[in-house]
């Protein structure tokens, strides 16, 4: 069935030290994906996206890699920072007749020790 | 700007009683999004409003949920006869248009506790 999952539900790192999180999806039809950042009591925040057409998205501070072989995607945080303790969400939207629509992971919570 | 809004940021209810939550778009925005969040877990998709169109209202859970949007703007959630397993974070999302690359902008939600 379409499911977003995450390989680790809890990721503890050293401050200025890079940060990978991990999504896997299951449905091939997926053409964009998401990464958002949730802190404790706010809605999510768009970071970064990306379309199937594409293998790496840069932004600031954050990279987005996208293997369309494994259906893996992952968000690189670089020189993770304490503002960066947050939930991770990868969302991703396979229904072509409803562009709308995301599907969203169960999310990985970053731990950034000082 | 200001961004999403939605009230109240808490609302604890008993069992069987009805809720209304409010959400309140960026202003502009047509696209307006509900979703739900369990503890612990990703966002749910429960109902889309674009425009004057018709809802999609495909993640709806039960016929105990039902929203509208009206004049284009504000959006109202209303959940009858309230269940404990209603219990979650209720999120309000909106997008300036309705393409799949259209950023979606959140609310900080509303949390639910049915007793």
């Known amino acids: 069935g379409e499911s977003v999952g995450l390989h680790l539900p809890t990721l503890s790192v050293q401050e200025g030290d890079n940060s990978i999180i991990n999504c896997a999806y299951s449905?091939?039809?997926?053409?964009?994906f998401i990464w958002y950042k949730q802190e404790s009591g706010k809605g999510p925040q768009f970071i970064i996206d990306i379309r199937s057409n594409m293998d790496k998205r840069q932004g600031q501070r954050v990279t987005v890699l996208l293997n369309k072989t494994v259906k893996h995607l992952s968000l690189q945080i670089a020189a993770t920072q304490p503002g960066d303790s947050a939930v991770y969400f990868c969302?991703?939207?396979?229904?072509?007749?409803?562009?709308?629509?995301?599907?969203f992971g169960s999310g990985t919570r970053l731990l950034v020790r000082p | 700007g200001a961004g999403v809004s939605q009230s109240p940021s808490n609302k604890v209810t008993e069992k069987g009683k009805d809720v209304e939550l409010r959400c309140d778009p960026i202003s502009g925005h047509t696209a307006l999004y509900w979703y739900r969040q369990s503890l612990g877990q990703g966002l749910e998709f429960l109902i889309y409003f674009q425009g004057n169109s018709a809802p999609d209202k495909s993640g709806l859970p039960s016929d105990r949920f039902s929203a509208e949007r009206t004049g284009g703007s504000v959006s109202t959630l209303t959940i009858q006869r309230t269940q404990q397993e209603d219990s979650a974070v209720y999120l309000c999302a909106s997008s300036f248009d309705s393409g799949g690359t259209d950023t979606q902008y959140f609310g900080p939600g509303t949390r639910l506790t049915v007793l």
């Open positions: 969302a991703e939207n396979p229904f072509m007749d409803s562009s709308y629509k995301l599907i």
């Open positions: 449905n091939s039809a997926s053409d964009y």
